[in-house]
């Protein structure tokens, strides 16, 4: 950060702990003349236990699972929302983010993991609900599979790089924080507020691309799918990357009706 130009301030928190929480938000307000123009509710916990557990049943994994993934991937996300919004209200402007995943609709991984995404979609629905008089954007992001550097060093993370490896080519760490820039100088940010948006989407509409000049595969793409269709994967080579799954077909698979 500070080799681009910025300003970088890093504070020790215990997300699971809500005082540290607090005192966190209570500092910003000194130190920032009460001023906050983005929050990114990304803390997370249970990465390895996550990664040890998949494609264990629910009731063979000790319940404690689903505090030990939701605590801070969840619960966590509530309270800093709770206290960036007392800094935000007051100056009619601001950008909260819950960085989400696919697994909100589909299953994907366990069950504590998707219920975790499912209610962080939800949070940012109904937040954006309370906070558009207040001109508050809070958006949802999925991003793709990403090669954080957990999953690059962790033996448990075999599974997860060749799953990224069929898919197609997985986001870096830096490409989700590219989108939230844009979205938080975007004037047209309101529109986005209370939905979901998917980095790799919204990086076409604005030509956004990662680090390496190039664009991450699109879990929409039709030609990943078809890798998957017997006598139908040599296909997938020639199928061009803007033909996609449309939103609404996307939005049945979680039909619950």
């Avoid at 215990?14 to 005192?23: G, I, K, L, T």
């Avoid at 696919?102 to 906070?131: H, I, P, Q, S, W």
Wanted: hydrophobic share 40%.
């Amino acid at each position: 950060i500070r080799s681009r130009g910025g300003q970088c301030i890093p504070v020790c928190v215990d997300h699971e702990n809500p005082s540290e929480v607090e005192a966190l938000f209570e500092r910003i307000n000194n130190e920032q003349d009460g001023r906050l123009d983005i929050l990114v509710n990304n803390a997370y916990k249970g990465v390895e236990r996550l990664l040890s557990v998949t494609g264990k049943p629910f009731w063979e994994d000790d319940p404690d699972v689903f505090d030990e993934i939701n605590n801070v991937g969840l619960r966590n996300h509530y309270y800093c929302s709770v206290y960036a919004a007392r800094l935000m209200v007051p100056r009619k402007q601001g950008l909260i983010v819950f960085i989400s995943s696919a697994g909100g609709l589909r299953y994907l991984f366990n069950v504590a993991y998707g219920v975790g995404k499912a209610a962080c979609d939800r949070m940012a629905a109904d937040t954006a609900f309370e906070l558009r008089k207040q001109n508050i954007a809070s958006i949802a992001i999925w991003p793709g599979p990403v090669e954080t550097e957990v999953i690059q060093a962790s033996e448990n993370g075999a599974r997860f790089r060749k799953m990224v490896k069929e898919f197609g080519k997985a986001e870096s760490t830096e490409y989700a924080g590219r989108i939230i820039v844009h979205l938080a100088q975007n004037p047209s940010v309101m529109q986005y507020s209370g939905k979901i948006v998917t980095t790799v989407d919204y990086g076409t509409t604005y030509g956004i691309v990662d680090k390496d000049g190039e664009y991450p595969s699109n879990m929409r793409w039709i030609g990943r799918y078809l890798r998957y269709v017997p006598g139908l994967s040599w296909l997938s080579d020639w199928i061009p990357g803007f033909v996609k799954i449309p939103f609404w077909l996307l939005h049945q698979a979680s039909n619950k009706f």
